[in-house]
């Protein structure tokens, strides 16, 4: 899932992107209070009208400057600021030097370009009066150097032709030194240059300093081994004839290391003496082997003389040798640093400062790999936004879009950092899905949008790096805005990652101190499913990462300690928890760590408890450990009967007990201490159906098989179940008086409204008769035989004491009752409705005419009842 760019947005969600103001336009009004860092890199930001005002270079010297590269300036270059022109030179010397890329060309008036776009107006000015004639007159050397050595190897393969018979012309000059000795390989004597062959192939094998030693060294060596041999394979020679041409050959190899060349046959028959001389007047001065043959003369020894042409002229040459490598590389290497110096200063091509790294540590062919192809292809990054977790810029076929980290390629979110268009000191982002695309703000709007050659487009595509906190912002040239996601806090700050982005934990582990220090070292790579949901083991525990419910991007979380004992208990993510979605957090009474299927709480001097699941659910509906409840004092564990499974907790005795069939439900306080009294669970109760709620002056919870009432007014905590009663004919008997419930009063007094109830003895008459009406749900009008009219609670009150009348029948809740009974069955409660409070006969009277009211439960006799049939 992505999220589309929304430009100028202001919502703090993930809307996508959006342009803050990188700077003003204008000087701040309080420039004393201007943080120092406040411009990005390389963009000016003074006006037009005092950079006029400014010294400029005059048309000469543009001119002369120019002429440099080779170029004849047309007005389109004349008018430009000396800022501008330096960016034009620039580029004019990059253009030229990209087909060439192990040549010097114009490196070194580049890097001063960069020097003076970076310093501001003034070193512009004397860069073009100046300072490029002195750059360029450093790249000329560095040409001729690079020139010359290009000569030698021409030379020494011109020589390689000569000395083994074969061809060498124009075309097999230019080859590389790859295909060159592979050339030499294929046209040799498989006989007669057994050696050079064996030699030749190993080289092809090699580095191409190991290739240049080989052609410019020990391609002589081999060849003077298989002349020797082809001498000694000889019969129609004498032993002295065979000597004195293998000293011949000597010489000969002393020759092509000394001079580099095939000796004349004149040279190899002169004395020892003459030809060590005659090395020593040819050779150049200032190399190893004019030092090696100024030895052996001034020696004065025959020995010595010798010595040199067997084998001190082929030391001291590959002494030469070593020493023209060395100083190559120590080239490459300071041309290495020097881009790695921009790159590192540019803010925004780490990729290019590893591998300039990993060049400059490695071998030499590896410098050299590095500034043949390494340098190109480490131009690409990702744009990583600080302001959420792991979403990365990418290109949406026109539109600038947020994508989330995930497993496999997504070149849509990898960018090429350019020079930037407009200023090579800052950078162009270029799509690498679709070439000459680029990351354009302009109208308002951010997008993706081709090149399109004008020289308007370059300052709405380039974008100066400076420093944001731990990040980098990026500003627009032209528009003075910075890169930035609508979000609450850092949407202008990014961070620029690798081209395959690192996965969640591995960046979380190589920031953070803190999680380093708690897990160790890693023990095994990365474990992660298709959808990059994973983990990585440590040595002290487990780096997940995760989506939180209803998130699109992974959360990464630490699970170790004793949090991680109890995960693996369970299974770890292949369990009831499945992933964390969280780290560890504290609490008042330790630590705790949620997952997507529950949590685990280590409680300090306690233990280490376990909720999941549907009670899980439950308890985080009351507030887990900050509501009611508090923290867990038991595992969630499956009850004995199989069925059911429970967890209890510290706040109010509290427990939550779940079957399939009840769901979860939350028993607490009084009520769960009646329940725990009565066997819990395993009670005739049953299992909880509901949650504890509130009763008009009290609380209740139901279960299978009865209910729990709680009673704030007086009352008991008592558990009941309601019972079914058939329609018909009943007297109702007080347990503790034994006397029937009746209207009071006398004639037309006994059908009247408001006509009191009251204890009488049983005798069967119309006013103590009852017929039952049935509701539905156990709940039903009790309707007197004589008045036609129901037993009601006086003015639906909720008090205790509250007057029991017969009242016309109009099906309000105080009319309704319910017959309710503990589990032996033996008596009954009648219990209002409407209050949920009892009938009760007044002050535990017993005698004639002793009045009924309403009152909560005590279980007392007084408020219990049976039935007699009629």
């Known amino acids: 899932m992505r999220s589309a760019v929304v430009a100028g947005a202001a919502a703090a969600t993930i809307a996508g992107l959006a342009p803050a103001p990188a700077f003003a336009a204008t000087a701040p009004e309080n420039p004393a209070a201007a943080p120092k860092n406040w411009e990005p890199v390389g963009v000016p930001t003074t006006g037009t009208a005092a950079r006029a005002a400014a010294a400029q270079s005059t048309d000469d010297d543009k001119i002369a400057a120019a002429a440099l590269l080779g170029v004849n300036p047309g007005p389109e270059l004349m008018i430009l600021t000396d800022r501008d022109f330096t960016v034009a030179m620039y580029r004019i010397a990059d253009d030229q030097d990209k087909p060439r890329p192990l040549e010097p060309g114009n490196r070194t008036v580049k890097t001063a370009a960069l020097k003076a776009l970076e310093e501001g107006d003034a070193a512009c000015l004397t860069f073009i009066k100046s300072g490029m004639k002195a750059a360029h007159e450093e790249d000329v050397k560095l040409d001729l150097e690079w020139r010359d050595q290009q000569e030698k190897e021409r030379a020494a393969k011109a020589t390689a032709g000569q000395l083994l018979t074969i061809p060498v012309g124009n075309a097999e000059k230019a080859m590389s030194l790859f295909d060159f000795i592979a050339y030499l390989d294929l046209k040799a004597d498989a006989h007669k240059d057994q050696l050079v062959k064996e030699k030749a192939q190993a080289a092809l094998t090699g580095t191409p300093d190991e290739q240049w030693t080989f052609l410019s060294s ?167 936004t600080v302001a959420l977790d792991d979403f990365y810029l990418a290109d949406g076929n026109g539109q600038a879009l947020l994508g989330p980290w995930a497993t496999g390629q997504h070149p849509e979110q990898v960018w090429k950092v350019e020079p930037g268009l407009a200023d090579p000191t800052c950078h162009s982002f270029a799509s690498t899905t679709r070439p000459n695309y680029y990351l354009r703000y302009v109208n308002g709007r951010l997008s993706v949008d081709p090149a399109d050659g004008t020289n308007a487009f370059g300052p709405t595509v380039t974008w100066c790096a400076r420093r944001a906190g731990s990040g980098i912002a990026f500003g627009n040239v032209q528009s003075k805005v910075d890169l930035a996601v609508t979000a609450p806090s850092g949407g202008t700050v990014w961070s620029v990652e690798a081209p395959k982005p690192p996965m969640p934990i591995e960046r979380r582990y190589t920031t953070d101190a803190n999680t380093r220090t708690r897990l160790g070292a890693p023990t095994a790579d990365a474990v992660l499913g298709s959808n990059g949901v994973g983990y990585r083991q440590y040595q002290n525990g487990r780096l997940y990462q995760a989506f939180r419910p209803g998130a699109t991007n992974l959360t990464t979380s630490v699970v170790a300690g004793e949090v991680l004992a109890k995960f693996a208990s369970l299974g770890y993510e292949g369990g009831v928890l499945s992933y964390p979605v969280e780290d560890e957090r504290t609490f008042s009474k330790g630590r705790v760590q949620r997952f997507a299927g529950g ?86 109760l049953g299992y909880p159906t509901s949650d504890e709620f509130d009763l008009p002056k009290g609380r209740r919870n139901t279960f299978q098989s009865g209910r729990i009432d709680f009673s704030n007014d007086g009352g008991a905590t008592v558990a009941y179940k309601t019972v079914p009663v058939a329609p018909k004919a009943i007297e109702i008997k007080g347990v503790e008086s034994g006397r029937c419930i009746q209207v009071a009063g006398l004639g037309q007094d006994a059908i009247r409204d408001g006509a009191g109830i009251e204890l009488w003895d049983c005798v069967s008459g119309v006013k103590q008769i009852w017929d039952v009406v049935p509701l539905g749900n156990d709940k039903y009008n009790l309707k007197n035989r004589n008045s036609g009219k129901c037993l009601d609670v006086y003015n639906n009150t909720l008090d205790n004491q509250g007057g029991i009348i017969q009242h016309t029948c109009h099906g309000g809740l105080n009319q ?55």
């Open 816 to 870: 309704q009752w319910e017959f309710t009974t503990d589990d032996t069955g033996a008596n009954y409660a009648l219990r209002a409705v409407h209050s949920a409070k009892v009938l009760d006969a007044r002050a535990h009277g017993t005698a004639n005419a002793t009045l009924l009211q309403q009152f909560a439960d005590k279980g007392e006799g007084n408020q219990r009842w049976t039935i007699i049939p009629q």
């Open 218 to 384: 020990g391609l002589g060596i081999a060849h003077t081994a298989d002349v020797n041999r082809l001498i000694k394979e000889r019969t129609d020679q004498t032993q002295a004839e065979k000597d004195a041409a293998i000293a011949r050959e000597a010489k000969a190899n002393a020759a092509w290391h000394a001079l580099g060349i095939v000796a004349p046959d004149a040279m190899v028959r002169l004395s020892d003496q003459s030809f060590v001389f005659e090395i020593s007047n040819r050779v150049a001065q200032d190399t190893e082997v004019f030092g090696a043959a100024e030895e052996a003369l001034a020696s004065h020894d025959p020995v010595q003389w010798k010595r040199f042409i067997d084998t001190g002229a082929q030391e001291a040459h590959e002494r030469d040798i070593e020493n023209t490598l060395r100083k190559r590389d120590e080239a490459r290497s300071r041309q290495i640093l020097e881009l790695r110096t921009r790159a590192a200063n540019s803010l925004a091509h780490p990729a290019l400062v590893a591998a300039a790294d990993k060049a400059l540590a490695g071998t030499p062919a590896e410098r050299v790999r590095f500034l043949l192809t390494g340098k190109d292809e480490n131009l690409t990054q990702t744009l990583r």
């Open 599 to 684: 949590a685990v709480y280590v409680v300090s001097g306690v233990g280490t408890f376990v909720v999941y699941g549907e009670i899980y659910k439950k308890y985080a509906e009351t507030g887990a450990e900050n509501g009611l409840l508090s923290y867990p004092a038991s595992d969630t564990v499956r009850l004995s009967d199989g069925v059911g499974w429970y967890t209890t907790f510290v706040g109010n005795t509290g427990a939550i007990y779940y079957t399939p069939a009840t769901g979860a439900k939350l028993v607490y306080g009084s009520i769960r201490g009646r329940y725990n009294e009565l066997g819990a669970e395993k009670s005739w």
